[in-house]
């Protein structure tokens, strides 16, 4: 009886030998695939980072160009308030020499009209006194 549990022992020795190695020649197989699987993602993934980075690139950029567009812009607009204020000042300065050339001008009339007055009333005057 030990016979035959000693061949029935080395069957089953021989049985799990058989499968190990079936599986150890499977699981090399599997691995080769897994490796070339890698190498060709690496391969593929490689242009694919490198146009990811260009477009990172490309967007920091625009985000800089965009940055600048924007200080220009807010240059701009403060240099068309400056525009504007300047503008008003030299409307109110105008309005102030409107008004004192107004007066001069009244005042000016006003002193031509009394010195024609005067002066034909003393021409008047002196034809007067002749006769």
């Known amino acids: 009886m030990s016979q035959i549990w000693t061949v029935v022992a080395i069957l ?4 799990i030998s ?3 190695v079936l599986l150890v020649l499977e699981l090399r ?4 695939t897994v490796n070339e699987f890698l190498r060709t993602t690496e391969e593929s993934l490689k242009p694919t980072l490198e146009e990811l980075q260009l477009t990172l690139r490309s967007l920091r950029q625009v985000s800089e160009d ?13 240099a068309v308030r400056d525009v504007g204020m ?4 030299v409307s ?4 102030h020499l409107t008004s004192l050339t107004a007066i001069k001008a009244g005042g000016l009339k006003a002193g031509i009209k009394t010195g024609i007055g005067v ?3 003393n021409l008047l005057s002196r034809k007067g006194d002749r006769k």
């Open 119 to 121: 002066l034909i009333n």
């Open 12 to 15: 089953a020795m021989i049985v």
């Open 29 to 32: 197989k599997t691995l080769r």
């Open 18 to 20: 058989a499968f190990v």
């Open 86 to 89: 300047n503008v008003r000042h």
């Open 92 to 95: 109110v300065i105008i309005e």
């Open 66 to 78: 965009i940055n600048e567009v924007t200080t220009d812009v807010k240059t701009l607009s403060g």
